[in-house]
């Protein structure tokens, strides 16, 4: 048993496929509506929107991670 953090409702975690699903005691899929205005109100970024400069910054620095693993 867990409780949520954004209600502090208690759920169990169940696996459906290779995706956790949080699921109340009743049986329920859990879903609250604070969880849901959370992730509304993350700040949305385009790439087009962003400075060229830290852009370019930010794709090389992917780049070079990725290299290190191999």
């Not at 205005?37 to 060229?52: G, Q």
Request: aromatic letters at 6%; glycine letters at 8%.
């Amino acid at each position: 048993m867990a409780n949520c953090r954004y209600c502090g409702k208690e759920i169990t975690w169940l696996k459906d496929g290779r995706k956790n699903i949080p699921v109340e005691g009743d049986g329920g899929e859990h879903k609250c509506e604070e969880f849901m205005k959370t992730r509304d109100s993350l700040k949305k970024i385009n790439p087009t929107e962003m400075d060229p400069e830290i852009l370019k910054q930010y794709q090389e620095n992917l780049k070079k991670a990725r290299n290190k693993k191999k």
